[in-house]
T-cell receptor, first 113, second 116 residues
Framework: LAKTTQPISMDSYEGQEVNITCSHN???????ITWYQQFPSQGPRFIIQ???TKVTNEVASLFIPADRKSSTLSLPRVSLSDTAVYYC??????????????FGKGTKLSVKP | DTAVSQTPKYLVTQMGNDKSIKCEQN?????MYWYKQDSKKFLKIMFS???????INETVPNRFSPKSPDKAHLNLHINSLELGDSAVYFC???????????????FGPGTRLTVT
């Protein structure tokens, strides 16, 4: 089970690009990297998933270096509404009695005007 | 057009009571889940279920049981409620269970359970 490490919190200003890095030194060959966003009093929302290099969608980009021991979620030109907790998950398939879908503490992003 | 819905949104009850939380998804997904988020904001998986198997997190007390009348519904029944059961409970669904799509989950709005 690959453990992930993220910064506890980050601050940014509106209009800036925000990069949140997640470390996963023990990532397995078949593992994918998935990011979620959670607003207060809401369930987590799937943002993006990738395996290697770069993935981009309408919300964010995900950069994964060749060794895959880390990944960076990039949010372009953040706004106040991007203030949320961001979770990094690593795995290839759910299974086992304990489950390997584990949401850690995440990174609390605060966007200021 | 809500993808994953839960009822009720809030539930206040006394210790010892039995209660249920309902969950429905209209995404056509094969797999559904229940999570518990405690006051420290840790989100822990309780169950995953598809039409073939139920996977139970072994740390979940047997007072908690999922019931699935059909593929679109996964309800959570809780017997003999305790103070420590107070938390927010989230339902989620995903396309698959034993492939990477199990990590692409869609969550409901949550049910805040308060046990007094």
């Amino acid at each position: 089970l690959a453990k992930t490490t993220q910064p506890i919190s980050m601050d940014s200003y509106e209009g800036q690009e925000v990069n949140i890095t997640c470390s996963h030194n023990n990532i397995a060959t078949n593992d994918y990297i998935t990011w979620y966003q959670q607003f207060p009093s809401q369930g987590p929302r799937f943002i993006i998933q990738g395996y290697k290099t770069k993935v981009t969608n309408e919300v964010a980009s995900l950069f994964i270096p060749a060794d895959r021991k880390s990944s960076t979620l990039s949010l372009p030109r953040v706004s106040l509404s991007d203030t949320a907790v961001y979770y990094c998950l690593v795995g290839d398939r759910y299974g086992g009695s304990q489950g390997n879908l584990i949401f850690g503490k995440g990174t609390k992003l605060s966007v200021k005007p | 057009d809500t993808a994953v819905s839960q009822t009720p949104k809030y539930l206040v009850t006394q210790m010892g009571n039995d209660k249920s939380i309902k969950c429905e998804q209209n995404l056509g997904h094969d797999t559904m889940y229940w999570y518990k988020q405690d006051s420290k904001k840790f989100l822990k998986i309780m169950f995953s279920y598809n039409n073939k198997e139920l996977i139970i997190n072994e740390t979940v007390p047997n007072r908690f049981s999922p019931k699935s009348p059909d593929k679109a519904h996964l309800n959570l029944h809780i017997n003999s409620l305790e103070l420590g059961d107070s938390a927010v409970y989230f339902c989620a669904s995903s396309p698959g269970l034993r492939d990477r799509s199990s990590y692409e989950q869609y969550f409901g709005p949550g049910t805040r359970l308060t046990v007094t």
